[in-house]
């Protein structure tokens, strides 16, 4: 490296002290068979909303640039949420919906409420976006502490809370009078990331109605396994949707990713049984894992759940990749600093793991 010359100013130098501050959203390169370490449908899309979107893909000419807004999509999403098509905006994945509205709401001093631990691409939006944050730390249940939240955000005068239900990487949810409570006593807005909602937790879009300051963000990455494709969308009133659409880039969602979320949403009766079969593994996957002496479970109403570990985690997480198995690692995280993560796999998936945890804690705990 050149050394720098006396009275230069590095090219460095202009980048943001906020962004310099903090560490980039990372994962370890680390391949294994068995991948249960994203939250991802471990089914995949049926073959049937395949077909159909490669058939439709074809017919569509590939140099034009797509709708510039998605009219079909968000009357479609409109029409599956029951929400008004004015009151959608869609992108590249929820996390171009975060983004977006952090945009919007937060510059230099704006400060954030933020239950931790939870999904850390919150924190790193906000940060580079100058805001402050105001973290809640979770109960030791692993829960939401709905009063010290709903404190904090008064006190602290939040102009954005974000609560992710089911919450990531805990599995906790809020409950409907939990949140209305949040709405009605706080003046800032409240964000409630529901990219888990098709396993479990309660169905937030009545309350847009009543409550202007409720934002509500989803996905098609998890439960509608097009994690590859990158589809999110936020649901507000038509009046916010108008001013985060201004902070999101045009044209980000693809036409194929655009033409697949559509094919989905047609074809529901397709995915919804791989969403069953996912929750039944949940609690098939959670009983056995429970009579493990060393493990200790938390309850999730996501595609995963938190395991603490009653010897390092960096062995137990190392095992398991010596087994072909990749978890996540989330003990750098408040509160979980002896805890992995595991999203539920195939059943023979789930079986590996399984046998796997039985062999090291045995073998570990003697």
Not at 87 to 97: D, H, I, L, R, T
Not at 194 to 212: I, N, R, S, T, W
Not at 290 to 318: H, Y
Not at 328 to 337: E, M
């Amino acid at each position: 490296m050149r050394e720098k010359r006396q009275g230069m100013i590095s090219p460095l130098d202009k980048i943001k002290a906020q962004v310099r501050e903090i560490s980039a959203y990372t994962l370890a390169p680390i391949e294994t068979r068995i991948k249960i370490n994203q939250n991802e449908n471990p089914f995949g899309m049926p073959a049937e909303i395949k077909d159909e979107v490669l058939r439709r893909a074809a017919e569509i000419d590939w140099a034009r640039y797509p709708d510039f807004v998605p009219t079909e999509l968000l009357e479609r999403l409109a029409e599956h949420t029951g929400w008004r098509a004015d009151g959608v905006m869609a992108g590249n994945g929820s996390n171009e919906m975060i983004q977006s509205v952090v945009n919007a709401v937060v510059e230099k001093g704006v400060r954030v409420a933020l239950p931790e631990p939870t999904f850390s691409v919150y924190q790193q939006v906000v940060r580079v976006a100058g805001g402050e944050i105001v973290p809640v730390p979770l109960n030791p249940e692993l829960t939401f502490n709905i009063p010290r939240l709903a404190s904090k955000i008064v006190t602290s005068k939040a102009n954005l809370a974000i609560i992710c239900s089911p919450n990531n990487p805990t599995g906790c949810t809020i409950s409907k009078r939990d949140l209305v409570s949040l709405l009605r006593s706080s003046e800032g807005l409240i964000v409630v990331d529901q990219a888990y909602q098709e396993f479990g937790g309660e169905d937030f879009v009545p309350l847009l109605k009543d409550h202007q300051n409720l934002v509500i963000l989803r996905t098609f990455s998890k439960a509608m396994a097009m994690g590859g494709l990158r589809v999110g969308y936020c649901l507000a009133s038509p009046e916010l949707i108008r001013e985060f659409s201004k902070a999101k880039m045009p044209y980000s969602l693809n036409f194929f990713s655009m033409l697949a979320a559509q094919v989905a949403l047609d074809n529901m009766d397709l995915l919804q049984p791989l969403i069953e079969r996912i929750m039944t593994e949940r609690t098939r996957l959670f009983s056995a894992l429970q009579e493990i002496e060393g493990l200790t479970l938390f309850q999730s109403a996501a595609n995963f759940f938190i395991a603490r570990s009653a010897i390092p985690v960096k062995t137990v997480f190392d095992e398991l990749v010596s087994h072909d198995i990749l978890v996540r690692d989330v003990s750098k995280a408040p509160l979980l600093d002896d805890c992995l993560r595991i999203s539920v796999g195939t059943p023979h998936e789930n079986d590996r793991l399984i046998d796997a945890l039985r062999g090291i804690f045995q073998r570990e705990m003697q």
